[in-house]
């Protein structure tokens, strides 16, 4: 795949707009490929993305977007998204203008001159993409390349014009525009379907990405290592389980592999504290608690609880799981924050060795 995310150079910044169409400027401004230009959108959209081919200009690479447009759901005016090349005196850049002096902004524009609006989630969004289509195995009567009539002399001999009083004769041919127009939507039919072709044989590498792969092949790809996928987790989550499976099961159990577990299921930095034994029971440090589980001591906010343990119990089978400070916890968080609790400690009750056990502790000052 081709770097995308590096920006030509020479490329302007972005015009200020609200909602989500910087991403769409960027698509324009940058000039992604078609491939990368729709996984780009998915992943930072989600809003159905489809592309339209285009007869290539001259200068134009092939296969990168030209424009797009944005199809309303609810109908009304289209909005399109163009690039505008200039010089550094202002001036329009042509397309044999050296790179480094050229300056890309995309300009954002409704078709009926009115405001824009806000970017919607159903919202269709067009990519043109330019192509080479076969209209150049034509006589360029048919591309459009040459006038529609041509006029074709027959000379005749000199003695024959004499003789005879013969003439030179005119044949001319000619090709109707409405004619060379169809030819031309006709021979599109045939480039799309090539294109169509051409782009799933190309896409078959992506199958087995983890990362850019439909979400259907995630449990067959994780089914490569014996990794068993839950699929009611988020398809973010699956993704990067699957990315990670393998390394993911060679540090099962340890320390490393269910901090990272933690991380990649909650979003959550946690750290462990090995052979960390709790807090014994003392007559008169004692506190009864309050909630029957951890998801009601922690919005009651109860103090550190004390732990009967059984004598000569060795350190190794003990071990803290240690995360921010609470105040942190519940800012970062929010409302979250007592169900995303129950969660860690459901994630570590299912990865740590059945021998060990564990409590969660909050850090005593703020980072």
């Known amino acids: 795949m081709s770097n995308w995310l590096a920006p030509r150079v020479g490329s302007g910044p972005p015009s200020r707009l609200p909602s989500d169409y910087r991403y769409l400027e960027d698509v324009i401004r940058i000039g992604y490929p078609v491939q990368d230009a729709r ?18 200009r001259r200068g134009e690479n092939p296969g990168h977007v030209r424009e797009l447009e944005i199809e309303p759901h609810a109908g009304g005016g289209l909005v399109r998204v163009h690039s505008q090349r200039s010089m550094p005196d202002g001036s329009p850049a042509s397309y044999f203008a050296p790179e480094e002096l050229v300056t890309v902004q995309a300009v954002v524009e409704m078709d009926d001159g009115g405001q824009v609006n806000p970017l919607h989630p159903r919202d269709c969004i067009v990519l043109h993409v330019p192509v080479r289509s076969y209209l150049r195995f034509l006589p360029a009567i048919y591309s459009g390349a040459v006038p529609t009539q041509r006029r074709d002399v027959a000379r005749v001999s000199e003695r024959s ?15 109707e525009v409405h004619h060379a127009d169809q030819y031309r939507r006709f021979l599109f039919i045939f480039q799309h379907l090539m294109t169509t072709v051409t782009e799933r044989i190309d896409g078959i590498p992506s199958l087995i990405d983890p990362m850019a792969t439909d979400p259907h092949f995630l449990p067959w790809i994780a089914s490569w290592v014996g990794f068993e996928l839950d699929e009611g987790l988020s398809l973010h989550e699956q993704r990067e389980l699957v990315r990670r499976s393998i390394r993911l099961y060679r540090t099962r159990g340890t320390r490393a592999g269910v901090e990272e577990m933690v991380k990649v299921l909650t ?10 034994k709790p807090r014994p029971t003392v007559l008169g440090a004692m506190h009864l608690s309050g909630g029957r589980n951890i998801e009601e001591r922690f919005l009651r906010a109860e103090p550190g609880g004390f732990y009967m343990t059984r004598p000569g119990r060795a350190a190794t089978t003990f071990f803290a799981l240690v995360l921010e400070h609470r105040e942190a916890f519940q800012a970062r968080h929010g409302e979250r924050a007592a169900a995303k609790l129950r969660r860690i400690s459901q994630i570590v009750t299912s990865e740590k060795p059945a021998h060990v056990t564990f409590t969660i502790e909050f850090e005593e000052s703020v980072r």
């Open 267 to 276: 979003r959550t930095e946690v750290r462990i504290e090995e052979r960390k």
């Open 39 to 56: 996984t780009y959108l998915k992943r930072h959209l989600g809003n159905p993305v489809r592309y339209k081919l285009v007869e290539a």
């Open 161 to 175: 014009a004499r003789q005879w009083g013969a003439r030179d004769e005119q044949r001319s041919t000619a090709v």
